[in-house]
Every structure is written in structure tokens, then in C-alpha cells.
């Protein structure tokens, strides 16, 4: 028995440990993992954005599919806590914490992700260049928008290459966008005319689109060939062998123009082109002085619990402390490795979390009182007292998980982020804090057993005169 508890407290230990290392990590990588802590808009800042579809004639089934696809487009991104919801038939708003790059992630929302090779006949186009295709001869004033041209007496000027910014030519589109297949984009590497790997997109076309590339492709090595994102040239490169099966890749110029062209082409095509009514940047100024505030007022709430514990239930409450300390770098280190996005309402469901891991421990405690005042062996006592109040730690902790699974499912349905975070961080330190509770709490009780404090019950907070009396009254009963 005494090994089995020595073993617990071994796994214990090591748990203990991993999560402080991840908690306190170097560089904040954990096994090549970015294990940084994720913080929402609230506490970070970051940007809103309000995008308009720009065709007045849009169905509201046409701006939830867009909202779908915007959704996925935000998650591969890496933001935690967003926020995108439908307003209406012609607006959808999104909310980005602690983006990098405002500019890039604008630009990978709003992109349609409209896939084309196009025949170029003969000429070569600079990266940037807007184009006109037959599958799209009109230009959406979004991509206008965003290339400088205001109004209609733009369309004739002219780049640094002398070639105008909107040729009026519609070039001939070899593929659809319709026909990629999103299973086969991919991040890859290219090599430049250098010999350098380059970052690039994997890509493949099937259907029609496929045939077409590939009979072009073979009937024009050592031509140029337009490959067309958006109405915007991406690279003009010569073709130097036919693409058989419809596939190839695309090399970019950074990392960062990779990841948004795979974004715009991994998750889906928007059915209507959207364009930003609305964006600004949120300052962290508000959520910096709010955590200072939740991080004093959970400091000196646990302080005045772990000193009630210690002073009411003396060692157990010592022992339930530390198994609190223990749970608290256990959630945080999960926290970073799943990772959860910290707000201030998930902060919130973490504090109350704690609380209810107390109020399991108080159940232990008050049952081992009983069971020693009625004249039981300490491990008797112990394994009489966990076993006792499990029911009750139990039904608690399944009906606050169910409040949990409804607040997480009204918020998904609603698309209010802060109740899914507050539910999903209260939900997660309940099913931590049964662990502490029952498995280290325990384990901590059962190794007090056979030392000197054993035989002095004053530590479990029942004297002498108590186990007396209670012996005599069960005697005369």
C-alpha cells in the first residue's frame, strides 16, 4: 500500500513539474511547441472588422456560407477567441485578437480565393498586376479598392512598366476557380532560377480545369502562362514542362504571401465579394489594467481561502493548499498546450473553478472529521471520507459541467465568444479539479499515515476530549 502511494506521489510529481516548465518554459516552446499564453480581444487588443458584400442582391443563405468560409480562412490563421457573425443579408462582422499584420488579415478575409491560369498571349504581366479574365471580365471594387483606383479616370493610367494598372483586355481563362481541388493545396517549397527553396502552394485541378491545363500546358512549352489570384497577378512564370495531371505549384515571395494565398484557396471560395465598410484597431490599454485587477482580486480571494483551510482544518488544509497550488499550474499549462485563448470571462470561470475545487476538499474534510471522532484508524478514516463524499463531489460536478455544455452551446449558436470562453474554462477546471480533489488530495492524506503527526489528532482538527465523548455516548447507546 505504502509503495502504491509512493508511486502517486512520483506521478504527481512529474505532472507537477511538466507543467511549471510549461508554464515557465524558455522561449515559450515546449517539445518544438509554441506554448505562449493566448489572450482574447478584451486583453490583448486587436481589430474589428465590418465587411460588406458589395452586390446589393445577396441572399442571407449567401452571407452565412461566406461567414463559414471567413470563419475557417480566421482559424487557419492561428487567432484564438474570434468572433465572426452575421449581421443582417449584406454585413458580417469579425473580431481579431492580437493580429500581427492588420493589412494581411483584412486581405485574407475579403479575399473571394478565385483560383485561375489564364493565357497571357505572349505577354508578361509584374506580380500585383489586376487582370480581366473571360470567367470574370468585371473587376470587383473591393480589389479596386485596394489597388488605388478610386474611380473611373484610373483605369487608364499606367504602372512603372508603362503597361496601364486595368488593361481593357479580357484574357482567356484556361482553369475555373470551381474546379480546384481544395483536398491537394498544400504549404510546399519551390526552387527559385537561384536554386533556392522558396515557400510555395501545392495545388491541383480537376474536372474540365484539369484537361485544359494540361492540353495548353503541352502546346505551350517556353510561353509565358498567368497565374491569377483575385483579378491579381501572382506570377507569369514560362512553362517549362506540360502539367499532365492538372497540378503544380505556386512560389511565392514570403512566408506570409504563402500562408494567405493557402488560406484564400484552402477554405473555400467566397460566393460574394466583400469589401471592408469598416476597420479599426483596438488598444490593450483597458484589458492590461482589467487582468492587473482580476490577477490582485484572485491573489487575495485564494489568500484568504488558503487561510481559512489552514486555520479551520489545519493539516488537511495545508495539504488541500498546496493540491490547489498544484491544480493551478495543471489548468494554465493545459490552457497553453491546447491552447485556450484567455478573456476576461474565461478568467472569471477559472476562479470559480477553484472555488468549487475547495468546496470538494471541504466535503473530504468534514467527512474525515467524522470518521475520526468516531474512533476509526487514520487510513479508515481517510479512505471512508473519499469515499463518502464522491457521490456528492460527483453530482455536483455533473451538473455544473451540463450548465457548462448549455452556456457553450448558447454562445456557439449566438456567437457570443465571451460565454464560450467563460463555459469552457469553467468546464475544463472542474474536470481538473476533480483529479486534484480526489487523486492528490488523497494521496497527500495517505502518506501522513505512519508519520508523527498521525498520532497527534490535533492536526485533523478532532482533540482527545472529542473522541472520548464520542466513544462514551456509542458505548451507552
Given at each position: 500500500?505504502?509503495?502504491?502511494?509512493?508511486?502517486?506521489?512520483?506521478?504527481?510529481?512529474?505532472?507537477?513539474?511538466?507543467?511549471?516548465?510549461?508554464?515557465?518554459?524558455?522561449?515559450?516552446?515546449?517539445?518544438?511547441?509554441?506554448?505562449?499564453?493566448?489572450?482574447?480581444?478584451?486583453?490583448?487588443?486587436?481589430?474589428?472588422?465590418?465587411?460588406?458584400?458589395?452586390?446589393?442582391?445577396?441572399?442571407?443563405?449567401?452571407?452565412?456560407?461566406?461567414a463559414g468560409v471567413i470563419e475557417r480562412r480566421v482559424n487557419a490563421?492561428?487567432?484564438?477567441?474570434?468572433?465572426?457573425?452575421?449581421?443582417?443579408?449584406?454585413?458580417?462582422?469579425?473580431?481579431?485578437?492580437?493580429?500581427?499584420?492588420?493589412?494581411?488579415?483584412?486581405?485574407?478575409?475579403?479575399?473571394?480565393?478565385?483560383?485561375?491560369?489564364?493565357?497571357?498571349?505572349?505577354?508578361?504581366?509584374?506580380?500585383?498586376?489586376?487582370?480581366?479574365?473571360?470567367?470574370?471580365?468585371?473587376?470587383?471594387?473591393?480589389?479596386?479598392?485596394?489597388?488605388?483606383?478610386?474611380?473611373?479616370?484610373?483605369?487608364?493610367?499606367?504602372?512603372?512598366?508603362?503597361?496601364?494598372?486595368?488593361?481593357?483586355?479580357?484574357?482567356?481563362?484556361?482553369?475555373?476557380?470551381?474546379?480546384?481541388?481544395?483536398?491537394?493545396?498544400?504549404?510546399?517549397?519551390?526552387?527559385?532560377?537561384?536554386?533556392?527553396?522558396?515557400?510555395?502552394?501545392?495545388?491541383?485541378?480537376?474536372?474540365?480545369?484539369?484537361?485544359?491545363?494540361?492540353?495548353?500546358?503541352?502546346?505551350?512549352?517556353?510561353?509565358?502562362?498567368?497565374?491569377?489570384?483575385?483579378?491579381?497577378?501572382?506570377?507569369?512564370?514560362?512553362?517549362?514542362?506540360?502539367?499532365?495531371?492538372?497540378?503544380?505549384?505556386?512560389?511565392?515571395?514570403?512566408?506570409?504571401?504563402?500562408?494567405?494565398?493557402?488560406?484564400?484557396?484552402?477554405?473555400?471560395?467566397?460566393?460574394?465579394?466583400?469589401?471592408?465598410?469598416?476597420?479599426?484597431?483596438?488598444?490593450?490599454?483597458?484589458?492590461?489594467?482589467?487582468?492587473?485587477?482580476?490577477?490582485?482580486?484572485?491573489?487575495?480571494?485564494?489568500?484568504?481561502?488558503?487561510?481559512?483551510?489552514?486555520?479551520?482544518?489545519?493539516?488537511?488544509?495545508?495539504?488541500?493548499?498546496?493540491?490547489?497550488?498544484?491544480?493551478?499550474?495543471?489548468?494554465?499549462?493545459?490552457?497553453?498546450?491546447?491552447?485556450?485563448?484567455?478573456?476576461?470571462?474565461?478568467?472569471?470561470?477559472?476562479?470559480?473553478?477553484?472555488?468549487?475545487?475547495?468546496?470538494?476538499?471541504?466535503?473530504?474534510?468534514?467527512?474525515?472529521?467524522?470518521?475520526?471522532?468516531?474512533?476509526?484508524?487514520?487510513?479508515?478514516?481517510?479512505?471512508?471520507?473519499?469515499?463518502?463524499?464522491?457521490?456528492?463531489?460527483?453530482?455536483?460536478?455533473?451538473?455544473?459541467?451540463?450548465?457548462?455544455?448549455?452556456?457553450?452551446?448558447?454562445?456557439?449558436?449566438?456567437?457570443?465568444?465571451?460565454?464560450?470562453?467563460?463555459?469552457?474554462?469553467?468546464?475544463?477546471?472542474?474536470?481538473?479539479?476533480?483529479?486534484?480533489?480526489?487523486?492528490?488530495?488523497?494521496?497527500?492524506?495517505?502518506?501522513?499515515?505512519?508519520?508523527?503527526?498521525?498520532?497527534?489528532?490535533?492536526?485533523?482538527?478532532?482533540?482527545?476530549?472529542?473522541?472520548?465523548?464520542?466513544?462514551?455516548?456509542?458505548?451507552?447507546?
Amino acid at each position: 500500500m505504502r509503495n502504491r502511494e509512493l508511486y502517486s506521489l512520483l506521478f504527481i510529481m512529474l505532472l507537477t513539474a511538466v507543467s511549471l516548465w510549461i508554464n515557465f518554459a524558455p522561449n515559450q516552446t515546449f517539445l518544438g511547441r509554441d506554448v505562449s499564453p493566448r489572450l482574447g480581444l478584451d486583453l490583448q487588443g486587436g481589430i474589428q472588422v465590418l465587411l460588406r458584400a458589395e452586390n446589393e442582391n445577396v441572399t442571407f443563405e449567401e452571407m452565412a456560407t461566406a461567414a463559414g468560409v471567413i470563419e475557417r480562412r480566421v482559424n487557419a490563421l492561428g487567432v484564438g477567441e474570434t468572433v465572426v457573425q452575421q449581421l443582417g443579408d449584406e454585413r458580417i462582422a469579425v473580431e481579431l485578437p492580437g493580429v500581427a499584420d492588420p493589412e494581411q488579415a483584412i486581405e485574407t478575409l475579403r479575399g473571394t480565393g478565385q483560383l485561375e491560369f489564364i493565357d497571357p498571349q505572349g505577354q508578361f504581366f509584374p506580380d500585383g498586376q489586376l487582370v480581366r479574365t473571360s470567367n470574370s471580365p468585371e473587376i470587383p471594387e473591393s480589389v479596386l479598392l485596394s489597388a488605388g483606383i478610386t474611380d473611373t479616370a484610373s483605369l487608364t493610367a499606367t504602372n512603372t512598366f508603362g503597361q496601364p494598372l486595368v488593361p481593357p483586355t479580357i484574357f482567356p481563362s484556361i482553369t475555373s476557380g470551381a474546379d480546384l481541388d481544395t483536398n491537394q493545396v498544400q504549404p510546399a517549397f519551390g526552387q527559385s532560377a537561384t536554386g533556392l527553396n522558396e515557400p510555395a502552394v501545392a495545388f491541383a485541378f480537376r474536372g474540365e480545369s484539369g484537361s485544359s491545363l494540361a492540353t495548353f500546358t503541352t502546346s505551350n512549352v517556353g510561353q509565358p502562362m498567368c497565374i491569377v489570384l483575385d483579378h491579381r497577378v501572382i506570377s507569369c512564370p514560362v512553362i517549362q514542362s506540360p502539367l499532365v495531371d492538372g497540378s503544380g505549384i505556386i512560389t511565392t515571395n514570403t512566408p506570409e504571401d504563402r500562408d494567405r494565398i493557402f488560406n484564400q484557396l484552402k477554405y473555400g471560395a467566397l460566393p460574394v465579394a466583400l469589401q471592408v465598410e469598416l476597420s479599426r484597431t483596438i488598444s490593450a490599454t483597458l484589458g492590461q489594467a482589467s487582468v492587473e485587477a482580476s490577477l490582485i482580486a484572485g491573489v487575495i480571494g485564494l489568500g484568504f481561502v488558503a487561510l481559512f483551510m489552514i486555520i479551520y482544518y489545519r493539516l488537511p488544509g495545508v495539504l488541500a493548499v498546496l493540491a490547489l497550488m498544484i491544480y493551478t499550474s495543471l489548468t494554465f499549462a493545459l490552457y497553453q498546450l491546447i491552447p485556450i485563448t484567455l478573456t476576461l470571462p474565461g478568467i472569471a470561470g477559472f476562479i470559480l473553478s477553484i472555488g468549487l475545487a475547495v468546496d470538494a476538499n471541504v466535503l473530504i474534510f468534514s467527512r474525515l472529521k467524522e470518521e475520526l471522532r468516531r474512533g476509526k484508524s487514520l487510513r479508515l478514516a481517510i479512505d471512508e471520507g473519499v469515499r463518502e463524499s464522491w457521490s456528492a463531489i460527483r453530482d455536483s460536478s455533473v451538473s455544473t459541467l451540463i450548465t457548462c455544455t448549455i452556456l457553450w452551446m448558447f454562445g456557439n449558436s449566438f456567437g457570443v465568444s465571451i460565454i464560450k470562453g467563460f463555459a469552457l474554462n469553467l468546464g475544463l477546471g472542474i474536470l481538473i479539479s476533480l483529479f486534484t480533489s480526489v487523486v492528490i488530495t488523497r494521496t497527500f492524506l495517505r502518506l501522513t499515515v505512519g508519520t508523527p503527526v498521525a498520532r497527534k489528532l490535533w492536526f485533523f482538527e478532532v482533540s482527545q476530549r472529542e473522541l472520548e465523548a464520542r466513544q462514551a455516548a456509542e458505548a451507552r447507546a
